[in-house]
């Protein structure tokens, strides 16, 4: 297993050196560091001097990949490939636009995004399941049908309904809960209570459907009807039989994101003006800060192959066929 | 010539694509298993019902992609002149409501602006009321009672579109019966007797024709009060700006469309030639390909387009020289969002493509054409493509609803369409801060919400009887 | 029907009663099982018997009430010990299921909970039904699987299912059926998926289980053989109708219903060598589309104008004591007395025709002369001549691929056969004889070895350079429903050859090409529009038609069939084997016939090989290797194959060979076969035996025989 581990490991980092030159080809190729001056000093009247001042004030102004005025290894490092990019290896994410250390913020911004994510990760979770296996239990009934109809209805809806109609509903006018905002401690629970339900119920309805499908698909596997023929009830099949083979795929699509947790949420840290990653992200997008965006596109793809790896070793837990391979 | 027709790059590929689609109408009516499957889509009524009011809106945002520009009044001597503004059919059909603007928001079928006004009476004495709107119930006189003119309005509306109906039904049941065998449900209906249809029991298997015909008429009725209200009043109010909601609404239509199918033009190749050759070749191939679609997936789906559409705007916003007119620099963005869309998401058709040619490749039917010497390429396209082309198609509609509702998110977030751009997306981000005024302005909100949902609902059900058409193993019974 | 074909039953019987079963399809429900009755009495084993889709799993499953959602109770009784089955409330029929009557299925791959131990499979009948918990259940599942046969149980109880061999799964299905001791058993195709040395294990633990116990077995098969190795009563069932019933040794001394018989004269065996099997014309009627009458009439060759018209009732077949075999058919009705007469000309026992053929039979029986003399044409260049033929793949492990072993699954295979003749390549599954039919075709890349055809070398690879040989040489495959792309016409499927090969029908001119195709399809019976249909339009058999046409539009002189008849009923597999043996007497075909079916092999072939874990053990002409057979393994395999037993005798009880085939992965030191070989000794430990030749033709592969070669002046 620790081999195993050591393995998928070194898999990783082709990987995150496929995503890091894509974004840096992408940041830095498709635009020459001139456009993106041009563009932060806006287009009409810039002056070739406020170009240069704005590259070397970022370390923009160095060659992309190689330095031949530099010496030894200098010729590698002291580029904007490196600086940039290869340093992110390290954790090192540079400065933002506004000076701040990025390594910094994100440590910061991690803790409000988890407060937020992880709970409404595992509320949803349970109850999306809980409510798949209750459809697949009375398959084929009324309920069933309605109940696929609401799933199919709930995923037409937009996320954004949910949070503007939710926000506006309980915090404007019930008055339940804050607008927005956030505090440390348990008083953050009254600002996440609302965002972590309206996550939670933005998502049911096509994770519940996707989960019946797998449920009823398990349903019609013959060693289903074994347990049948052993005259167990339905109840047991179901939680004893079914759940336990339904796990692996769905433990496929879940675990994965486990990781990506940290990042938090785009759309609810900003609408309900949470400190965490995700609204980090969302101000960095709209002030048009590269080194920010960068930064985070490299965490995730680091998260994203975390999980990967969780994933393969979630299995071992539910499979016994890979964990005695 | 009064008009000069303008060919946007988006309305190329959207008709483009309208050429593919009865392409591929055409291969499968010929192609028995398939169309055994598309039967099986006839014969579902919510299908059926999903599918037709898809064609309405889809009939909205072609005529919404037919462009042109309209000549200036004729100078004699000069050179027939055009105006800057592109219009489309839709925007032609549409003139009353685009050119109606009033100052500022107003509610659904309102008189008078949502905003207070401190007018100057005649006698010199300053009043705060709300004015009238310039063109909501103008046609009302001092006295007529507004009640009576929207019920009115709302009566004939109804009337008209259930004649309008009537005449669609008409039509449509008279060309299918030509084609109906002597025994089919349809060929024992009288054409003009389309509310019968609706009623008529219909043998297991056929056509849904009762499905199509309820939806078209629920579907004239409403267009028929809208349009006869819509002549007077602001059926769903006005924006910030006092531009009719209605109008933005029905433009938004075209914006999803294109985003829901164009993207797939950018999926579809690099989906199928990736995954399949993945699949079928193995080996090292398999390695690249699968190494270059971890590689996008591993960057989260926001970020990778939010990088891409930044990098885009930074080379739009350095170049305004490429762009003639803002309708073009618009569209063009529009049309670099799908490409960006295409190209992060074709990994989840290329891998499930993959795994479909990697069992096919084993099968017997190919080994007999390698048996034969038959060359790989060939064995891609006469064995494989074809039995994956079910896979094709669902994925295809499944997408598409996906993609309409995360260009809502993506305007959000500040990487969508341009600003100028009327989509869904922008009409809730320009409206969303609305609610927090007091009497809250929901109506943007709403109708964008409604009509998206209408748009995504169909979407979805239309997947799912493709689907459990297609596949019956995965659909959910 | 008035008289129902069940006698006065003991009442502790499983009392079926005009059990209906229907599937929903398309908005109607299309009866699969039509008014079936029978008793399962205590200590007694009932064979139904029937070809796919007769409705006899349907009928297993319907009772215990686990058919599928599309399946639907139409009516009828099933009573155990004063409760209707079919009516219970569930609750109640759970008590019922696993506890009085119990059900194994057809595949034990997937039959057990892959992510549940063996144990906690076991133990949920005991604590379902008996109450068992802890220790007590430990003890008890242990017991059960030591009384399945299986080797170090209170091991196995910790094992998962995909840790156990398929015959070590169903012994764990076994055992799961009789944890909570069962009056009943309901065993549906028990032994259809494994091998024959493993089914002949099963059916004779079956066998011993069901009679120590005395429980009430229905066994539902396709399989004449299992049904004689088996069973003390027999009830066939056709098109989802009971037939015929009667004890079987009456029932194989004389088979009663026209249906019935001509399932035993299509049977392939070594009698009918150089004959055409009697092949039922048609196939089973479509649930959709049940003929009235007799559903059999169509078909039938004896039938005449009432059974297209009037559905027969139950009559007892002539000389049969009170409550003995019956039959539903019009010819046993006494006022068709005249007809039955002239149907039956031997009566009242009707003539069967080497029906019975068992072991003993066979060696006992002469020199056939249908086999043509072994060596007749010495120093010709055979038309395929393979030379240690070496197929590995690798087992990659891990991110990198690392190859960390091979699976030798060809590992030195040497062949040859001449043009016009038959060699038969036997094994069971994974001993890689697909394999080498596929390497020989160049479908898989040998690792190592030569084949030559009519001389010249066969490259390993390169499309241009093996194009010639591909017009020599062409395959048959198993699946006929994996081997015709659902999306081509049946022309363009015929046509894709002289396409790829540049063949004169291939080129354009429609009129020439649809001569070819014409032709072609002539040439295996079909009609000509089968040119402009698709493949899903026709049956099994047909499309097995259509993919010989196919190998046999370029003209090859080499065809390897790779068990071309093994998804085939049995009355389809004799219109396919006639049209092979016809099709070989006019072309002067050579084929490589991939089977583990030694009835065909008997039929068909004129030489042997057989393998076990990729390599040849045994080869010789037909007569020398099954009448004679040398090798360890091939008695095992000939002991294990179910014989239909010579009427009136009881059941043959064959001795089982035991354990199971090792991966090929792993294969043991020595001698492949010694773990499981009777006869082994220190030498079969220790190396591989070289070859022996026996004869002129014949070769094999054991220390027993080594050193007992025939003068090498004989040889040739």
């Known amino acids: 297993m620790f081999a195993y581990l050591v393995r998928r490991l070194a898999y990783a980092v082709p990987i995150l050196l496929g995503v890091n030159l894509l974004t840096f080809a992408l940041f830095f190729v498709v635009n020459t560091p001139d456009d993106m001056a041009r563009m932060q000093l806006g287009v009409k009247r810039v002056t070739a001097e406020a170009i240069a001042k704005w590259k070397a004030e970022r370390g923009y102004d160095k060659p992309l990949f190689f330095n031949g005025a530099a010496d030894g290894t200098a010729k590698l490092t002291d580029t904007i490939f490196y600086a940039k990019s290869a340093r992110m290896f390290v954790g090192d994410f540079g400065a933002a636009e506004d000076g701040r250390d990025i390594a910094r913020e994100i440590a910061t911004r991690i803790g409000p995004s988890t407060a937020l994510a992880v709970p409404t990760f595992i509320v949803g979770l349970l109850v999306t399941v809980s409510a798949a296996l209750l459809l697949a239990f009375v398959r084929g009934t009324r309920l069933d049908f309605w109940g696929v109809v609401a799933c199919v209805a709930a995923m037409s809806v937009s996320g954004l309904f949910y949070i503007i109609f939710g926000q506006w509903l309980f915090s404007k006018a019930l008055r339940l809960v804050p607008i927005s905002g956030y505090a440390d401690g348990l008083s953050a629970f009254k600002f996440l209570v609302l965002p972590v ?17 797998l449920f009823i698909e398990e349903i019609g596997k013959d060693y289903v009807r074994t347990a049948r023929a052993k005259g167990l009830g339905e109840g047991t099949v179901l939680f004893r039989h079914v759940l336990k083979n339904a796990m692996i795929p769905i433990l496929t699509g879940v675990v994965v994101v486990i990781p990506q947790l940290f990042l938090g949420s785009l759309l609810m840290e900003s ?10 992200t969302i101000d960095a997008i709209n002030a048009q800060d590269f080194s920010v965006v960068r930064a985070m596109v490299f965490i995730g793809s680091v998260l994203y192959i975390a999980g990967l790896i969780l994933t393969d070793l979630s299995y071992t837990l539910v499979d016994p066929r890979v964990r005695f391979d | 010539m009064p008009f000069q027709p303008v060919l946007l790059w988006s309305d190329a590929v959207l008709w483009l694509l309208v050429g593919l689609l009865a392409t591929l109408a055409v291969v499968s009516r010929r192609a028995p298993p398939l169309a055994a499957a598309w039967r099986k889509v006839g ?3 919510v299908g059926m019902a999903a599918a037709t009011l898809l064609a309405v809106f889809a009939l909205i945002g072609l005529a919404d992609s037919l462009h042109y520009r309209l000549a200036l ?18 925007d032609g059909a549409l003139s009353g409501l685009r050119g109606r603007n009033e100052k500022t928001y107003s509610a659904p079928l309102a008189t008078q602006s949502y905003a207070m006004e401190t ?8 009043q705060r009321d709300f004015p009238p709107l310039r063109y909501g119930g103008a046609q009302l006189k001092p006295g007529d009672s507004w009640m009576a003119d929207v019920t009115m309005r709302g009566i004939s509306g109804v009337v008209a579109g259930g004649l309008l109906w009537w005449l669609i039904s008409t039509v449509l049941l008279w060309n299918a019966r030509r084609g109906a065998a002597p025994g089919d449900a349809i060929a024992q209906i009288e054409p003009w007797r389309g509310v019968r249809a609706i009623f008529m029991k219909r043998p297991p298997g056929s056509f849904a024709w009762d499905a199509v015909l309820a939806t078209l008429l629920v579907v004239c009725l409403i267009a028929g009060k809208l349009t006869a209200l819509s002549a007077g009043y602001h059926v769903f109010g006005t924006d910030k700006v006092g531009q009719d909601v209605l109008y933005q609404v029905l433009k938004s239509v075209r914006t999803a469309l294109v985003i829901g199918l164009v993207t797939t033009l950018v999926t579809l190749p690099l989906g199928i030639l990736l995954g399949i050759a993945a699949g079928y070749f193995g080996g090292w191939i398999d390695d690249v390909i699968q190494y270059l679609y971890t590689v996008l997936n591993s960057i989260p789906g926001v970020l990778l387009i939010a990088a891409a559409v930044l990098m885009m705007q930074v080379v739009i916003d350095t170049h305004p020289e490429w762009f003639a007119t803002a309708a073009e620099r618009a569209d063009l963005r529009l049309l670099a969002l799908c490409f960006i869309l295409g190209v992060t998401s074709w990994t989840g058709l290329a891998r499930l493509l993959r795994g479909e040619a990697l069992k096919l490749r084993e099968l017997d039917y190919v080994q007999a054409a390698q048996a034969f010497g038959v060359a790989p390429f060939t064995i891609l396209l006469r064995h494989i493509l074809p039995n994956v082309l079910h896979i094709v198609i669902i994925t295809l509609v499944m997408d598409f609803s996906g993609l309409v509702l995360s260009e809502a998110v993506l305007s959000y977030v500040g990487i969508g369409v341009d600003p100028t751009t009327i989509s869904f997306g922008t009409m809730i981000n320009n409206a969303r801060m609305e609610l927090a005024r007091e009497p809250v302005v929901w109506w943007s909100l709403v109708a964008a919400f409604a009509f998206m949902f209408a748009l995504v609902l169909a979407a979805n059900l239309f997947a799912d009887a493709v689907q459990a058409a297609f596949d019956p193993r995965r659909s959910a019974q | 029907m008035s008289a129902i074909p069940v006698q006065a039953a003991p009442a502790d019987a499983l009392r079926v009663r005009d059990l209906s079963v229907g599937f929903a399809a398309g908005g109607r429900v299309l009866t699969a099982v039509d008014g079936v009755s029978f008793d399962l009495v205590p200590g007694e084993t009932l064979a139904l018997l029937g070809e796919s889709g007769c409705g006899k799993s ?9 058919l599928p959602d599309a399946g639907r109770i139409l009516g009828g009784r099933a009573e155990l010990g004063g409760d209707d089955l079919l009516a219970l409330p569930p609750a109640r029929l759970r008590d019922v299921r696993g506890n009085r009557l119990a059900m194994i299925f057809q595949e034990p791959a997937t039959s057990l909970n892959p992510v549940l131990t063996v144990g906690q499979q076991i133990g949920e009948v005991l604590a379902r039904h008996l109450g068992l918990a802890g220790e007590a259940a430990r003890a008890r599942s242990e017991a059960l699987l030591r009384q399945v046969g299986i080797a170090d149980p209170a091991a196995r109880l910790a094992a998962y299912p995909f840790q156990l061999s398929g015959g070590m799964k169903q012994r764990v299905m076994i055992a799961i059926a009789l944890a909570a001791e069962p009056r009943f058993l309901l065993a549906d195709e028990p032994t259809t998926a494994l091998d024959v040395t493993i089914q002949a294990q099963i059916l004779a633990l079956l066998r011993d289980l069901q009679a120590q116990r005395g429980m009430g077995m229905l066994l539902i098969t396709h399989d004449l053989g299992v049904v004689a190795e088996a069973a003390h009563r027999v009830g066939v069932m056709y098109a989802g109708q009971l037939i015929e019933t009667g004890r079987r040794d009456d029932f194989f001394r004389r088979p009663a219903h026209p249906y019935t018989q001509a399932l035993f004269a299509a049977l392939p065996d070594v009698a009918r060598r150089g004959r055409r099997l009697l092949a039922l014309p048609g196939q089973v009627p479509t649930l959709a589309r049940m003929p009235a009458g007799c559903r059999f009439a169509p078909r039938c060759p004896k039938a005449f104008a009432r059974c297209g018209s009037e559905a027969p009732a139950w009559w007892p077949v002539p000389g049969a004591e009170e409550g003995g075999q019956q039959v539903r058919c019009h010819l046993y009705d006494p006022a068709e007395a005249a007809r039955y007469r002239e149907a039956f000309p031997s009566a009242p026992e009707p003539a069967v025709a080497g029906c019975g053929t068992d072991a003993a039979a066979m060696v006992t029986a002469g020199q056939d002369a249908a086999t043509p003399a072994a060596s ?32 030798k699954a060809v590992d030195g295979v040497s062949l040859h056969l001449e043009r016009g003749r038959t060699l038969a390549l036997v094994g069971e599954s994974g001993c890689g004889k697909t394999t080498v039919g596929k390497g020989i075709l160049r479908l898989l890349r040998p690792t190592r070895g030569e084949v030559a055809l009519a001389g010249r070398l066969v490259p390993d690879h390169g499309r241009q350079a093996l194009a010639p040989f591909r017009r020599q040489m062409q395959m048959v495959f198993q699946d006929p429903f994996a081997s015709l792309n659902p999306r081509l016409t049946v022309g363009a499927i015929l046509l894709e050859g002289m396409t790829a090969l540049g063949l004169p029908g291939g080129k354009p001119g429609a009129a020439e090409r649809e001569a070819a195709v014409a032709a072609l399809l002539d040439q295996v019976g079909l009609p000509a529009e089968a040119a402009y249909r698709y493949p899903h339009e026709f049956s099994g058999g047909q499309r097995q038609r259509i993919a010989i046409a196919r190998a046999l539009a370029v003209q090859p002189d080499l065809l390897v069939c790779d068990e071309p008849t093994s998804a085939l009923d049995v009355s389809v597999q004799a219109q396919i084997l006639n049209l092979l043996a016809e099709l070989q007497e006019r072309l002067g075909l ?17 030489e042997v090989a057989v393998m076990y874990l990729g390599r040849i053990v045994e080869r010789g002409t037909v007569d020398e290797v099954l009448r004679d057979p040398r090798h360890p393994y091939t008695r095992t395999l000939l002991a294990a194959v179910p014989r239909i037993a010579a009427a009136g005798e009881g059941a043959v009880g064959n001795v089982a060979s035991p354990g199971e085939t090792p991966s090929p992965a792993n294969p043991p030191a020595g001698c492949h076969f010694q773990p499981r070989c009777p006869e082994a000794d220190a030498a079969c430990r220790a190396r591989y035996p070289e070859e022996t030749r026996l004869s002129p033709t014949r070769v094999v592969h054991c220390h027993r025989w080594a050193g007992k070669d025939v003068p090498p002046m004989l040889d040739k």
Request: glycine residues 12%.
């Open chain 1, 197 to 213: 339900a309206i996550g939670v119920v933005a998502g049911l309805g096509s994770s519940i459907r996707w989960y019946r499908t």
């Open chain 1, 271 to 280: 609408f309900f003006g949470i400190p965490g990653l995700g609204s980090y």
């Open chain 2, 43 to 45: 014969a579902s009524r």
């Open chain 2, 73 to 90: 009044p004729a100078e004699p001597g000069k050179p027939a002149a055009y105006g800057v503004e592109v219009l489309s059919v839709l």
């Open chain 2, 119 to 126: 007018a100057i009476l005649a006698n010199g004495g300053q």
């Open chain 3, 58 to 66: 349907a009928t297993a499953l319907a009772l215990l009430r686990l």
């Open chain 3, 376 to 407: 007749d044409a010495p120093g010709a260049a055979p038309l395929l001549d393979v030379q240690d033929l070496q197929v590995h793949f690798p087992i990659r492990r891990g991110l990198f691929k690392r190859t960390v072993g091979w699976v």
């Open chain 3, 590 to 606: 050579a084929y490589l016939f991939i089977t583990h079916n030694f009835a065909v092999v008997e039929y068909l072939a004129h």
